[in-house]
């Protein structure tokens, strides 16, 4: 059960006993005006799944490339289960390598009869975008594109994304494909995702298989005598053109372009253990979607911190205890086993208050715990509410962290059978006294 009761209200601990619940100290206050060029976007606290900002975020669109981001997990979950390896190897089929030999679908000319490894296939996709590549891994998993795209549909269910479809591994639309479309698609569909989907596949990814960061964060790779030059602008590049797109932290993760999709992008930075996850979908240029990115990044680093908004042990002031039958002790303490951290929007400290949900089956009638009663037991929940003015929640439901248990802080033994015959006498003849006074009060 919950119930909100402010702090400075009278007589809580009667409230408190008849209701289960209280809540204390919540304050309002605004939210800032902030925006990025982009159909949609969103910003997410890596660790938490929260969501900092949101833009049209649930809005289907063309994902283009970002589709890759859940061949890269299929991958890494393969090679996890020992399907594949790093180093097992595959040939090039027909259809992997005509779409390879297209410059105008990021093609880079794979050969054929010849053998590359995971690796090798995994990099390409990866730093470049190839889309031969990214078919031929698919093809060695499931043993057709079709097939695999089942198993994107399947993960993405999974994994909750709230808006997807896909029809294919590589994020060009089925009419690119030409007649090699993926068998049991529609050959005019095209790959969807919303922001936040992109972004909670993205949660996934980075901390299923954090070494997927180790590929996408490099400059450079090597395919057959050839440096494949990575496609994400905001690495640490010097000396070149992409130099004034570069943010400190930045290590991943994809980027993508169709007609359709114009330019997105997914990205992910650290800086002093905190990692943020971005999405931006629609913007208008190649460089646009890099400067958006980062205003989302600079946003969240310097505006957001990670918090201890309630300690391990807390109890509210003055009500940090529960009547006890049946005990050698009448009362007994009570606290969060836990603390509570939380990343906030700094200067929002005093929007967030606390709600104390009392398990009702701990509980008799008159609402005392009944002893026997060991350090530790759980007595109900404490979630942390948010007063403030805007709440986007969490790319995954729910960030674990907004709920603790509140436990009791000691034991208290069951009264012996003399001293609990002795209570029941009393309250019997209290009961029968009570009756007569109350009569009595009646003639008069």
């Given at each position: 059960?919950?119930?909100?009761?402010k702090?400075?209200?009278?007589?809580?601990?009667?409230?408190?006993?008849?209701?289960?619940g209280?809540?204390?100290?919540?304050?309002q206050?605004?939210?800032a005006?902030?925006?990025?060029?982009?159909?949609?976007?969103?910003?997410?606290?890596?660790?938490?799944?929260?969501?900092?900002f949101?833009?049209?975020?649930?809005?289907?669109?063309?994902?283009?490339?970002?589709t890759k981001?859940?061949?890269?997990?299929?991958?890494?979950?393969?090679?996890?289960?020992?399907?594949?390896?790093?180093?097992?190897?595959?040939?090039?089929?027909?259809?992997?390598?005509s779409?390879?030999?297209?410059?105008?679908?990021?093609?880079?000319g794979?050969?054929q009869?010849?053998?590359?490894?995971?690796?090798e296939?995994?990099e390409?996709?990866?730093?470049?975008?190839?889309?031969?590549?990214?078919?031929?891994?698919?093809?060695?998993i499931?043993?057709?594109?079709?097939?695999?795209?089942?198993?994107m549909?399947?993960?993405?269910?999974?994994?909750?994304l709230?808006?997807?479809?896909f029809?294919?591994?590589?994020g060009l639309?089925?009419?690119?494909?030409?007649?090699?479309?993926?068998?049991?698609?529609?050959?005019?569909?095209?790959?969807?995702?919303?922001?936040k989907?992109?972004?909670?596949?993205?949660?996934?990814?980075?901390?299923?298989?954090?070494?997927?960061?180790d590929?996408?964060?490099?400059?450079?790779?090597e395919?057959?005598g050839?440096?494949?030059?990575?496609?994400?602008w905001?690495?640490?590049w010097?000396?070149?053109?992409?130099?004034?797109?570069?943010?400190d932290?930045?290590d991943?993760?994809?980027?993508?372009?169709?007609?359709?999709?114009?330019?997105?992008?997914?990205?992910?930075a650290?800086?002093?253990g905190r990692?943020?996850?971005?999405?931006?979908?629609?913007?208008?240029?190649m460089?646009k979607?890099?400067?958006?990115?980062?205003?989302?990044?600079?946003?969240?680093?310097t505006?957001?911190?990670?918090?201890?908004?309630?300690?391990?042990?807390?109890?509210?002031e003055?009500?940090?205890?529960?009547?006890v039958?049946?005990?050698?002790?009448d009362?007994?303490?009570?606290?969060t086993?836990e603390a509570?951290?939380?990343?906030?929007?700094?200067?929002?400290?005093e929007?967030?208050?606390?709600?104390?949900?009392?398990?009702?089956?701990?509980?008799?009638?008159d609402?005392?715990?009944i002893a026997p009663?060991?350090?530790?037991?759980?007595?109900?929940?404490m979630?942390?509410?948010?007063?403030?003015?805007?709440?986007?929640?969490?790319?995954?439901?729910?960030?674990?962290?907004?709920?603790?248990?509140?436990?009791?802080t000691?034991?208290?033994e069951?009264?012996?059978?003399f001293?609990?015959?002795?209570?029941?006498?009393?309250?019997?003849?209290?009961?029968?006294?009570?009756?007569?006074?109350d009569?009595?009060?009646?003639?008069?």
């Amino acid at each position: 059960m919950k119930h909100k009761i402010k702090a400075s209200c009278l007589n809580i601990f009667i409230l408190f006993i008849a209701t289960f619940g209280f809540v204390i100290g919540p304050i309002q206050a605004s939210a800032a005006t902030f925006d990025v060029e982009a159909e949609s976007a969103i910003l997410v606290d890596a660790e938490s799944g929260k969501i900092l900002f949101a833009k049209h975020a649930d809005m289907k669109l063309p994902p283009a490339s970002m589709t890759k981001m859940m061949t890269e997990y299929l991958v890494l979950e393969a090679i996890e289960q020992g399907d594949i390896s790093w180093d097992t190897t595959t040939q090039i089929s027909d259809y992997a390598y005509s779409i390879s030999a297209n410059n105008i679908s990021s093609g880079i000319g794979l050969i054929q009869d010849k053998d590359y490894t995971v690796s090798e296939l995994y990099e390409a996709m990866a730093i470049i975008s190839d889309n031969g590549t990214t078919i031929a891994l698919a093809e060695l998993i499931a043993g057709s594109e079709g097939e695999f795209v089942k198993m994107m549909n399947d993960k993405a269910e999974e994994m909750g994304l709230p808006d997807y479809q896909f029809v294919n591994s590589t994020g060009l639309s089925n009419e690119d494909l030409g007649e090699n479309y993926p068998e049991g698609t529609d050959p005019n569909a095209d790959n969807l995702m919303s922001a936040k989907s992109a972004a909670l596949l993205a949660y996934h990814l980075v901390n299923d298989y954090p070494e997927a960061l180790d590929i996408s964060s490099k400059l450079t790779s090597e395919l057959d005598g050839r440096t494949l030059q990575n496609l994400n602008w905001m690495l640490p590049w010097e000396n070149n053109n992409f130099a004034q797109y570069g943010y400190d932290g930045v290590d991943g993760l994809k980027t993508g372009w169709t007609t359709e999709a114009e330019y997105c992008f997914t990205g992910t930075a650290e800086r002093d253990g905190r990692r943020l996850i971005t999405v931006v979908m629609k913007t208008e240029s190649m460089g646009k979607r890099f400067e958006e990115t980062k205003k989302l990044m600079e946003y969240g680093f310097t505006n957001f911190s990670t918090q201890q908004l309630y300690p391990a042990g807390f109890q509210l002031e003055g009500e940090s205890t529960l009547p006890v039958a049946k005990g050698k002790e009448d009362t007994i303490e009570i606290a969060t086993n836990e603390a509570i951290s939380m990343t906030i929007k700094n200067g929002e400290e005093e929007n967030y208050s606390v709600l104390y949900n009392l398990e009702e089956d701990n509980f008799n009638e008159d609402g005392e715990l009944i002893a026997p009663i060991e350090e530790g037991d759980k007595v109900g929940t404490m979630e942390l509410v948010y007063d403030g003015d805007t709440n986007y929640g969490y790319i995954n439901g729910s960030g674990g962290t907004d709920t603790v248990d509140v436990v009791t802080t000691s034991s208290i033994e069951k009264a012996n059978w003399f001293v609990l015959t002795i209570s029941s006498i009393g309250e019997f003849f209290g009961n029968i006294f009570s009756t007569i006074t109350d009569t009595v009060k009646s003639w008069f």
